[in-house]
């Protein structure tokens, strides 16, 4: 609900959460500071163990806006004005970091075409109908390396409107 409108409340609550994620008060949130707070801000185990999505969230907040800053720094860091979207991503790769792991069967941080093959009907729950599992599993290994990375996941859960059927209880 912190994130949902941007009503003044919610605002205030933003700001207050922001503050707990920026322990030296520069204003800016680094990498390190953000991961830091899933744990300890937080408190989300899940959340704290799926850094893939927590880059990829804020990879593309620090590069929502150009800074305002005049020291410079701005660029690399999430800055209040981005933390909103920071929160928006995060919960939207989360999703799709749940449906990557729960479709990469032995955990290896890559879906294999047989993983993908037999995730069929889930993941057909998520996207709808596939008809060509390997031709599909081929588009989405965008780089030819024979297994989806989670990068070429996001990309195709994004392209696809990906949605998990238990996320929004």
Known sequence: A????????????????????????????????????????????????????IMRAFQIAKACTKSKRSDGVGDDYIEFREFRFFLLSLRQYFEYWVAFDRTDTDDDKRISLEEFVAAKDMIETWVGSIGDLEGEFAKIDANGGGVILFDEFCDWAIKK????EDDDN
């Open 2 to 53: 912190v994130v949902s409108t941007q009503s003044t409340g919610q605002k205030k609550k933003r700001k207050d959460l922001f503050s707990r994620f920026d322990p030296n008060g520069n204003g800016v949130l680094s990498l390190a500071e953000v991961d830091k707070a899933m744990r300890d801000v937080l408190a989300i185990d899940d959340l704290f163990d799926a850094k893939p999505a």
């Open 161 to 164: 409107s990906l949605d998990l």
